[in-house]
């Protein structure tokens, strides 16, 4: 590892790391070996960029920590490790390990990885994303559209990832009640114009 290349906002989010602080400083060894990757912080924790753009970001969880792919569904995955995170997450995968052991014996399988993360990015390759409106739009929210005229055409004027959070957001409901009263909590967001988390 080439210390001159370290950031010092990845030192320090490294010194307050409660939980899976050495798989992160593993993580971290490997990944700065790609002397064209840009060390940073985004969405709060390390990401590597090549030119701006993400290639591979560390995160933790209660059971787990990751290396994420921005563009993992675009990696050949020989080795079958890559994992789709949720089923609405469209171009990211991760590869999970519960314990330092764990990377260090997955270290060059790990580079291969990165090595073809990065030709991914070089090459200009970009993810084919589902539009907003091939989503379908529940029948609750529908009908609310008919009842309330202008909460549809607030929804409408919402950024197109903001009209995919709240579509799958009341979608996720599996009963109809459910879907209804998730509608009628954020009418008043939509028609203030805001998204699902502002």
Known sequence: MTTN???RKVDGFLKKAKKWKEEFEEFRRIILDFEELDEEIKWMHPCYTLEGKNIVLMHGFKDYCA????????????????IQQTENVQAARQIRFRN????IEMEPILKFYIKEA???????????????EEYTIPEELQ??????????TSFEALTPGRQRAYILYF???KQSKTRVNRIEK?????????????
């Open 5 to 7: 290349r370290a950031n």
């Open 67 to 82: 290396l994420l792919f921005h563009k993992g569904v675009l990696l050949k995955d020989t080795h079958g490790i890559l």
């Open 100 to 103: 330092v052991e764990e990377i």
């Open 118 to 132: 990065i030709e991914v990015e070089k090459a200009g390759i970009e993810v084919e994303l589902k539009k907003t």
């Open 143 to 152: 009908q609310k559209f008919e009842e309330v005229p202008s909460l549809k």
């Open 171 to 173: 979608s996720q409901a």
């Open 186 to 198: 954020y009418m008043e967001h939509i028609l203030d114009g805001k998204g699902l988390n502002d």
